[in-house]
Nanobody, 114 residues
């Protein structure tokens, strides 16, 4: 599976962005899709994931501000980010996990200014 992330950019604190991730093939049977992020000098960390049955996980610090969703018909994964904070500044990566393999997209940079 090839993944193409987009939607990053520069936004003021309190603003919103929507990240998109286009998959090269059907996502209907993918076990888990999600978003990770890596801030400067820090390790990559999971932000939000969604399973093939629609179960979601959110990192505590984004719960209530971020929403992960997918459009199976379009093979798309989204991350709606509201009330952005400076601490959300990072490169965001979309991710696919299957029992036999996992895949990463290229990152998209999100910069939140104060």
């Amino acid at each position: 599976v090839q993944l193409q992330a987009s939607g990053g950019g520069l936004v003021q604190a309190g603003g919103s962005l929507r990240l998109s991730c286009a998959a090269s093939e059907s996502i209907s049977s993918i076990h888990i899709m999600g978003w990770y992020r890596q801030a400067p000098g820090k390790q990559r960390e999971p932000v939000a994931t969604i399973s093939n049955i629609g179960s979601t996980y959110y990192k505590d610090s984004v719960e209530g501000r971020f929403t992960i969703s997918r459009d199976i018909a379009k093979n798309m994964l989204y991350l709606q980010m509201n009330s952005l904070e400076r601490e959300d500044t990072a490169v965001y990566y979309c991710y696919v996990w299957q029992p036999t393999n996992s895949y990463w997209g290229q990152g998209t940079l999100v910069t939140v200014s104060s």
